[in-house]
């Protein structure tokens, strides 16, 4: 176990290692939804609260069901999916009952989430760093605001893209990753401010 | 959405090596996963950084593809459809733990240094939208050839991105050294992030312009 505070691990999911950025997770969502800042803002709220949310949960089976039962070392991806799975159905369910409104701006994007592997990647790095309980939740948050921080980002650079004169060849998508490479190599000079492995 | 719904699952000799042949065409180029559908782009960013990972984690989907769409097509018929993604999943999930149990045990230096990505393929959109789009209408063995064929359509292109990666980001291939540091220094960009990123972004531009004669002679 390390002993780096949740608060560094916080900053550094968002910065320096931000979990669409380095770790290439969430990316089926982050190029479809971002078309648009509103789309954009809307799947980054619901990407951080779920994020958030399933970390802790996770980290509660994982530690008080999984590893007293003995089966954590070949159970933890079934049990994790199906946490998200069922958080993501229960989430849905709720804001539907009681706030319509809500449900009619975040409802949408609800169901993509189960299958963004951003959330199901927080969790499986949560193990694989062996973090403590208070580290989880600050990687749960600090991931959730990077990704949403990423995609906003592209949501905006899209918009200026609509203007520009972009090779035949590298039409749609192709142009998406090589801007991409950019932001990334821009969110490398972070880098030497805080790191965590 | 590349083949015809079967009707009740009858399957004529002719009529079937017909469908295997055009689902092993479609999944390696004419409709690759990942340059076309673009799917399953994370772990083919992630992954590629050495060539020897890249057709580890190839592999890994050949395997978890195939196998899932051939259980999921065989009980096609007996999964309800309201929890027919659930089903799904659990399918998924339970080759991809057979898998990285195989890892752990027989190449644990591999399956550390792939890390979460190999738990990451249940949600490795390309296994999900297999089974999702083929393996639930068509019979068994078209099924396993249409999983094979998009494990193997991804598994090129991680392939060819790993090529890329490792041999300018290194100035070596599978660990061995084919540009010495006399004659080229190692560009350490590619091995990081944004080097995946604009790898693959080339990557997809290049393959346009490869198929854009064949759409052509499909248009006239």
Excluded at chain 1, 122 to 140: C, D, E, H, P, T
Excluded at chain 2, 32 to 50: D, E, H, K, M, Y
Aim: net charge positive; glycine share 8%; charged share 10%.
């Amino acid at each position: 176990m390390n002993d780096t505070s949740a608060f560094v691990i916080l900053i550094a999911a968002i910065f320096t290692n931000n979990i669409l950025l380095s770790n290439f997770l969430g990316m089926c969502s982050f190029l479809v939804c971002s078309r648009q800042l509103a789309t954009a803002l809307g799947l980054g709220a619901a990407v951080t609260f779920v994020m958030t949310c399933t970390t802790i949960i996770n980290y509660a089976a994982y530690h008080h069901v999984l590893v007293p039962l003995k089966v954590h070392d070949h159970l933890y991806f079934i049990v994790f999916i199906a946490v998200i799975a069922a958080f993501v159905q229960l989430v849905e369910m709720i804001i539907e009952r009681f706030s319509p409104a809500l449900y009619h701006a975040l409802g949408i994007f609800l169901p993509l989430i189960t299958v963004n592997c951003a959330i199901l990647g927080a969790a499986l790095f949560m193990i694989i760093r062996k973090y403590s309980f208070a580290q989880s939740v600050g990687y749960g948050i600090g991931s959730g605001i990077g990704w949403s921080l990423a995609i906003l980002l592209m949501a905006g650079l899209r918009q200026k893209l609509g203007y520009s004169n972009v090779p035949k060849p590298f039409e749609g998508v192709a142009i998406i990753m090589a801007i991409t490479g950019v932001m990334a190599a821009a969110f490398m000079g972070f880098a030497g401010m805080v790191s965590i492995q | 959405m590349a083949a015809s719904m079967a009707p009740g699952g009858a399957c004529a000799a002719g009529q079937c090596a017909g469908r295997c042949a055009k689902a092993l065409k479609d999944g390696t180029f004419t409709e690759n996963p990942v340059c076309v559908q673009i799917l399953g782009i994370c772990s083919a960013l992630a992954v590629t950084t050495r060539l020897a990972n890249a057709l580890v984690m190839g592999a890994a989907l050949i395997f978890t593809t195939g196998m899932s769409n051939l259980l999921i097509s065989l009980l096609r018929n007996a999964t309800p459809r309201r929890i027919r993604m659930i089903a799904e999943v659990a399918i998924i999930a339970t080759f991809v733990i057979m898998f990285d149990q195989f890892l752990k045990a027989f190449y644990p230096a591999m399956s550390k240094q792939l890390g979460p990505y190999v738990g990451l393929i249940i949600t490795n959109c390309i296994v999900m939208g297999r089974a999702e789009a083929y393996a639930m209408q068509n019979p068994p063995l078209p099924s396993i050839v249409d999983g094979l064929a998009n494990g193997m359509g991804y598994a090129a292109v991680l392939a060819v991105i790993g090529v890329v990666r490792e041999l300018l980001g290194t100035g070596k291939l599978l660990g061995f050294t084919v540009l010495p540091p006399t004659v080229y220094t190692p560009n350490q960009a590619m091995v990081l992030a944004p080097g995946a990123f604009v790898v693959l972004g080339c990557a997809l531009a290049v393959y346009a312009v490869l198929k854009a004669p064949a759409r052509q002679e499909a248009k006239a």
